[in-house]
């Protein structure tokens, strides 16, 4: 069965940095679109960024731009977010998501879009 598995979650300090991996399994990886979200406390799950199948297309929540990189191993079958100059607000569970979908600006956003969902990463920002 679809398997993802996200790592490096933790806690951090404002203004630090942290690594995020997703290790898929059990689906043809270079035909997903691969996709994080976040949800924080009391909050909806929201879009934070995305990839198209082979890499060279990224999408960015506007809050994050600038800050967070998406990037993905078709060889690894993994998905990595790397997250600089953290803020208090980027405390949240981080979601790896797959889609089968060929992701275009608007859908790769949507939740509704992916069709495997990992279990979530923490991440914790302190100030």
């Known amino acids: 069965q679809v398997q993802l598995v996200e790592s490096g979650g933790g806690l951090v300090q404002v203004g630090g940095s942290l690594r995020l991996s997703c290790a898929a399994s059990?689906?043809?990886?270079?035909?997903?679109?691969m996709g994080w979200f976040r949800q924080a406390p009391g909050k909806e799950r929201e879009f934070v960024a995305a990839?198209?199948?082979?890499?060279?297309?990224?999408y960015y929540a506007n809050s994050v731009k600038g800050r967070f990189t998406i990037s993905r191993d078709n060889v690894k079958n993994t998905v990595s977010l790397q997250i600089d100059s953290l803020k208090p607000e980027d405390t949240a569970v981080y979601y790896c998501?797959?889609?089968?979908?060929?992701?275009?600006?608007?859908?790769?956003?949507?939740?509704?879009?992916?069709?495997?969902w990992g279990q979530g990463t923490r991440v914790t920002v302190s100030s």
């Open positions: 998501a797959a889609s089968g979908y060929v992701g275009t600006d608007s859908s790769v956003r949507r939740s509704q879009t992916y069709d495997y």
């Open positions: 059990g689906l043809t990886f270079r035909r997903y679109t």
């Open positions: 990839v198209s199948w082979g890499g060279d297309v990224t």
